[in-house]
């Protein structure tokens, strides 16, 4: 089969070469991949991989053998995945890591909602309820960004998007934001949920908009610079506010099954921002790189 693994040795960082097929081991399905999605971190982060590891995690396709165990998907089974070495021909996951979806959906829009999808909505489930609360989203033109908007909205809150520019702001309105603002001086009022992905003096004053009792949850840092909270700025009188990672992507299977099923309602736009084939990844990775992509890479294995 055919499959795109990392090569450090190369320009790029990666290169389509030919491989084994791959075995599924118990409690595992083996998938024929039509599409994949690309996250802006994977290919900023191209270097934590070994050499001919196989890339990416997102993909959608149909389950060409099921888990010998009988537990998952059968064979044929449309479905939507997440784990490592998901682009290739022929990929393996964990049964609790697929989810079977409705064949009137189009594969192709659900492939690029299992690592953006999964960080907005467990990140937002983890806020308690947003039912009038004023949710603050940073970067919020990104695949994180954009599935976070429309989730906040649906949970009832007052969402403020954040972007870098005034073009990156196209369309969020329509997606649900209340606001959409340029950088955070702008933003007066306090809010209670922060959705913080660039890091650095955005997350430092994000943290000064947390209103008593609000959470910051921290989950990217685009800009690769450090934050430094200025002395006395993790007090304030009222009710603790918290700052929180997010990493958790365990047993994705029934959350990716929620997030595809918003989709067939028509109650979630997945964030494709660029659409091509996957032998054209250097293309795609240099927009991703230049910040041209307003939302997912999506590559269809053709």
């Not at 790029?12 to 075995?23: E, I, K, M």
């Not at 990156?168 to 009022?189: F, K, N, Q, S, Y």
Request: hydrophobic share 50%; proline share 6%.
């Amino acid at each position: 089969m055919q499959a795109i693994v990392a090569a450090p040795d190369t320009h790029a960082g990666f290169r389509v070469t030919g491989l084994p097929d791959p075995t599924p081991g118990p409690g595992q399905v083996l998938v024929e991949v039509r599409h994949v999605g690309v996250n802006a971190g994977e290919i900023r982060h191209l270097d934590v991989w070994p050499a001919g590891a196989v890339l990416g995690h997102d993909a959608a396709g149909h389950v060409v053998r099921g888990a010998i165990d009988g537990s998952g998907p059968r064979e044929g089974d449309p479905v939507v995945a997440f784990g490592p070495g998901a682009w290739a021909r022929l990929a393996v996951f964990d049964v609790d890591s697929v989810a079977v979806v409705s064949a009137a959906v189009d594969l192709a829009e659900l492939a690029v909602l299992p690592t953006v999808g999964l960080t907005a909505l467990r990140t937002l489930r983890t806020s308690g309820p947003l039912l009038g609360r004023r949710v603050l989203i940073t970067g919020a033109s990104g695949g994180v960004g954009r599935v976070a908007v429309q989730l906040a909205r649906l949970g009832g809150a007052y969402v403020v998007a954040v972007v870098g520019s005034p073009a990156r702001g196209a369309g969020l309105t329509d997606l649900g934001a209340d606001e959409v603002v340029v950088g955070l001086d702008a933003i007066i009022d306090p809010v209670d949920v922060v959705l913080e992905t660039v890091g650095g003096a955005h997350l430092v004053a994000a943290w000064g908009l947390l209103a008593p009792g609000g959470v910051l949850h921290s989950i990217g840092w685009a800009s690769g610079e450090p934050a430094v909270l200025p002395v006395n700025s993790t007090f304030r009188p009222g009710a603790a506010r918290t700052l929180r990672s997010f990493g958790d992507a365990t047993a994705p299977g029934s959350d990716l099954g929620l997030l595809a099923d918003l989709v067939a309602r028509g109650a979630l736009r997945a964030p494709i921002g660029w659409r091509g084939s996957w032998q054209r990844l250097d293309e795609a990775a240099d927009a991703l790189r230049e910040r041209r992509v307003a939302g997912k890479v999506l590559l269809d294995l053709d």
